[in-house]
Each structure stands twice: as C-alpha cells, then as structure tokens.
Nanobody, 115 residues
C-alpha cells in the first residue's frame, strides 16, 4: 500500500519560514519523481516545485529564490523549505510521487501565512 504523509504545515507570519516533509512508503522512492503542489482557497491545484530522480529541480516563478525542494532517498522523504513566506503562499500543500503513468498523492498539509 502506497502512503505519502506530509507534515510541517502551520500558521506563520509573513516573512517567516516553514519546512514541509513528505515521507513515502510502499514505493521504490528513488525511482519516483517527487513534486509539491498547493491549492489555495477557491483556486486550482498548482505545481510549486518538483525534483527528478537525478535531483534536477523546477519551480513555479512565484516561489523561485524563496523555496527549495530536496530529497533524501535513504529516508524516503522529500522536503520543501519555504522562506520569506507571503500571504499568497497560503494553501494546502500536497506531495506527489510520479513514475510514468503511475502517480500518488498525499493527504495534504495546511499552510497559513498571516499576521
């Protein structure tokens, strides 16, 4: 059974930082590309960042220079370090594991950026 479990969300003031984690089980983690998505209230889910099996990364323009995605294959975990957070970063953050046509979602973790 595949499980992706996100953690690390919460309430943070503008300018603050959070580190999200996504622990995977039931898959051969090192063979999957991993991504972080977010869904703001009333908006569609969007890709925030992804990291390939060869550690190449991509980011949506709005988070470049502020967010960093990384993976630890020994721990079957992908991370999203979020710095200089803005209110528009508020949303539910989901991790996704992808291998070809296979894709799995986590249950999400809430991030609220507010003073």
């Amino acid at each position: 059974q595949v499980q992706l479990v996100e953690s690390g969300g919460g309430l943070v003031q503008p300018g603050g930082s959070l580190r999200l984690s996504c622990a995977a089980s039931g898959i051969i983690f090192r063979t999957y590309a991993m991504g972080w998505y977010r869904q703001a209230p009333g908006k569609q889910r969007e890709l925030v960042a992804d990291i390939s099996t060869s550690y190449s990364t991509k980011y949506v323009d709005s988070v470049k220079g502020r967010f960093t995605i990384s993976r630890d294959n020994a721990k079957n975990t992908v991370y999203l370090q979020m710095n200089s957070l803005k209110p528009e970063d508020t949303g539910v953050y989901y991790c996704r594991a992808t291998l070809g046509y296979l894709g799995y979602w986590g249950q999400g973790t809430q991030v609220i950026v507010s003073s």
